[in-house]
Every structure is written in structure tokens, then in C-alpha cells.
């Protein structure tokens, strides 16, 4: 069966610890996603990755980074953790190299909350 | 605006109904959509997707997608406790970023 993994389903943190989300996918995907998702909001893109060693913003990259060095690995780190990021955060990734749909495999989440 | 728009529910119907979903949208380069369940404490997993108008069928869903309205809708037949979820419509461009409605909260009653 294959699976999107997080590595920490429930997370509690302080205001301005650093926080590393971690994933790993065993499907040989290419691509690789981080979402969060709030009620009322659905699901956002933070980062997401191409290749490795590649990372395009999404649209709230905003007090996040990623770090992708190995292809089935892909990191999101909250450099200084504040209470506006909790949220449940979401991995994903997907095969497509050209022209098609994205389809997108989702891991569990982690939920993440930041007193 | 949003780019997606969809009522979060919830929708309580009996087993056995037939469930209307529904999602509009303002972005007229979308060519592939989509529908997501998720399940509480999961995440979420496809159910199906059509590329541009039309419809699809798979067992008891039915996706269609209206272009000329930017209306897309997800029926779901003989509906079953076990569909109990939240319905998370997405669409796509041509590049790799999925857009997704806020989703609907979808319980069926034994």
C-alpha cells in the first residue's frame, strides 16, 4: 500500500521555537506539496517541490521554509513557531512530470499547535 | 472573492438519499477538477476527477462540470453511513498548484 507519511500526528510548541514538519513518501513520486488547512479556509499551498534540491513558493510561504535533499523526503521548518501557525498541516505529492492532472496522495496531517 | 467557492454544510441526509454537492468558481483557466473525501483525522484521498465539461461516472458518484457557468457538482447515489465525510472539491490549471474549495461536511444517517 503505498503512503504519504508524517512523522508527528499531534505537535504542541511555544511561541518561537523552531518546528520540523517531516514527510516522506515510498511512491518514487517527483513532486512533492505542503498545505495547511483551517475551517473555512480549506486547504493552502505553502511550498512544494519539484525535484530535489528545488522549491517554489506557494501562496502563503510566509514564516515557513522547506528542504527537500533526498526525493522521497520533503521538510517544512517554522523558523520561529507563532500562535497564527497552528493548523493542521498537510503532505502531499503526485506524479506528474508534463501535461495531466496533478493528482495529489495526502499523508495523515500533523496537526500542530502553538501556545 | 475565492478563487473556489463551496458551502462548508453541514448536510445531514438519510441513507439512502441521493447527495448534492456543489462548488463554483471564478477562474476560467481551470481544465481539471476534482473531488477529495476526507475522512476525520485523515487525509484527504481522490475520489475522481474530469478534465474540462462533461460528466464521469464511478459506481455511485457522478461528477459533472459546467464551463459555461463555472459550476461543478458531485452526486452521490444511495448514500451510505460510511460516506460520512468532508467533500473537498480542487481544480487545476496546467502547473502544479491545486486550488480547493473550503469543503463540505457530508453526514448520512443510519
Known amino acids: 500500500d503505498v503512503k504519504v507519511t508524517q512523522s508527528s500526528r499531534y505537535l504542541v510548541k511555544r511561541t518561537g521555537e523552531k518546528v520540523f514538519l517531516e514527510c516522506v513518501q515510498d511512491?518514487?513520486?517527483?513532486?512533492m506539496f505542503w498545505y495547511r488547512q483551517d475551517p473555512g479556509l480549506g486547504l493552502r499551498l505553502i511550498y512544494f517541490?519539484?525535484?530535489?534540491?528545488?522549491?517554489e513558493k506557494g501562496d502563503i510561504p510566509e514564516g515557513y521554509s522547506v528542504s527537500r535533499e533526498k526525493k522521497e523526503r520533503f521538510s517544512l521548518i517554522l523558523e520561529s513557531a507563532s500562535t497564527n501557525q497552528t493548523s493542521m498541516y498537510l503532505c502531499?505529492?503526485?506524479?506528474?512530470?508534463?501535461?495531466?492532472?496533478?493528482?495529489?496522495?495526502f499523508g495523515a496531517g500533523s496537526r500542530l499547535t502553538v501556545l | 472573492q475565492k478563487e473556489v467557492e463551496q458551502d462548508p454544510g453541514p448536510l445531514s441526509v438519510p441513507e439512502g438519499a441521493i447527495v448534492s454537492l456543489n462548488c463554483t468558481y471564478s477562474?476560467?483557466?481551470?481544465?481539471?477538477f476534482m473531488w477529495y473525501r476526507q475522512y476525520s483525522r485523515k487525509g484527504p484521498e481522490l475520489l475522481m476527477y474530469?478534465?474540462?465539461?462533461g460528466n464521469k461516472e464511478d459506481g455511485r458518484f457522478t461528477a459533472q462540470v459546467d464551463k459555461s457557468s463555472k459550476y461543478i457538482s458531485l452526486f452521490i447515489r444511495d448514500s451510505q453511513p460510511s460516506d460520512s465525510a468532508t467533500y473537498l472539491c480542487?481544480?487545476?490549471?496546467?502547473?502544479?498548484?491545486?486550488?480547493f474549495g473550503a469543503g463540505t461536511r457530508l453526514f448520512v444517517k443510519a
Open positions: 477562474n476560467s483557466a481551470f481544465q481539471y
Open positions: 517541490s519539484y525535484d530535489v534540491k528545488m522549491k
Open positions: 511512491m518514487d513520486h517527483e513532486n
Open positions: 474530469t478534465y474540462s465539461s
Open positions: 502531499a505529492s503526485s506524479l506528474r512530470t508534463g501535461f495531466g492532472a496533478n493528482v495529489l496522495t
Open positions: 480542487a481544480m487545476q490549471g496546467g502547473g502544479f498548484k491545486t486550488i
